[in-house]
Nanobody, 123 residues
Framework: QVQLVESGGGLVQAGGSLRLSCTAS????????VGWFRQAPGKERDFVAL????????YYSDSVKGRFTISRDNAKNTVYLQMNSLKPEETAVYYC????????????????WGQGTQVTVSS
């Protein structure tokens, strides 16, 4: 069983930054791509970013490209999401998940999820 735990969320003013962490248990984590999603109240869970197992390939949604950076430290079983220039509309619960197969844009293609961490961006 793989367990993922997100941390680093909080309250930040518009234009500010946060760094989220996703720490996993088990060896299986380091051999898989990991993604970040976010879900605002009443909305669907949306793809944010993905990093492959080695960390040398990344993908971002158009809305965060150039502002967010995904990275990983496999020695620490941790994936990070550095978020800069945050906007109020990015207030959401942010989740990390271990990718399985198929389109990385679709939540159903991820096998394991963390419990999420709340990010609130004030205007």
């Amino acid at each position: 069983q793989v367990q993922l735990v997100e941390s680093g969320g909080g309250l930040v003013q518009a234009g500010g930054s946060l760094r989220l962490s996703c720490t996993a248990s088990g060896r299986a984590f380091t051999n898989y791509a990991v993604g970040w999603f976010r879900q605002a109240p009443g909305k669907e869970r949306d793809f944010v970013a993905l990093i492959n197992w080695s960390g040398n390939t990344t993908y971002y949604s158009d809305s965060v490209k150039g502002r967010f950076t995904i990275s990983r430290d496999n020695a620490k079983n941790t994936v990070y999401l550095q978020m800069n220039s945050l906007k109020p509309e990015e207030t959401a619960v942010y989740y990390c998940a271990r990718y399985s197969s198929g389109s990385y844009l679709i939540p159903e293609n991820y096998a394991y999820w963390g419990q999420g961490t709340q990010v609130t961006v004030s205007s």
